[in-house]
Nanobody
């Protein structure tokens, strides 16, 4: 069983930065990718960024050039550096473990979520 723990959310003003962290523990031998999703109020959950252990990365168009995903495969840890934050980035951010096969496929293991609020 995999356990996902996120941290790093908070309240910031527009234009500022935040860094989210996530670690997967437990039975992690089948994980070869990790990703971040977010869900804003009254909106569907969307993929923000994902990283394969082989170095493949994908980003949502809305965050390209502002967010950077990185990780430490050996520690099953992934980070999301969020710069130039906008009020529309306000959401609960969830970390997932997953698989990479051409694109990112999350498993059923999700973290509890960390809230990011960006004020204008």
């Amino acid at each position: 069983q995999v356990r996902i723990v996120e941290s790093g959310g908070g309240l910031v003003q527009a234009g500022q930065s935040l860094r989210l962290s996530c670690t997967a523990s437990g039975t992690t031998n089948l994980i070869n990718a990790m990703g971040w999703y977010r869900q804003a109020p009254e909106k569907e959950r969307e993929l923000v960024a994902a990283l394969s252990y082989g170095g493949r990365i994908i980003y949502a168009d809305s965050v390209k050039g502002r967010f950077t995903i990185s990780g430490d495969n050996a520690q099953n840890t992934v980070y999301l550096q969020m710069n130039s934050l906008k009020p529309e980035d306000t959401a609960v951010y969830y970390c997932t473990s997953g698989h990479w096969s051409g694109t990112y496929y999350p498993t059923s293991r999700w973290g509890q979520g960390t809230r990011v609020t960006v004020s204008s």
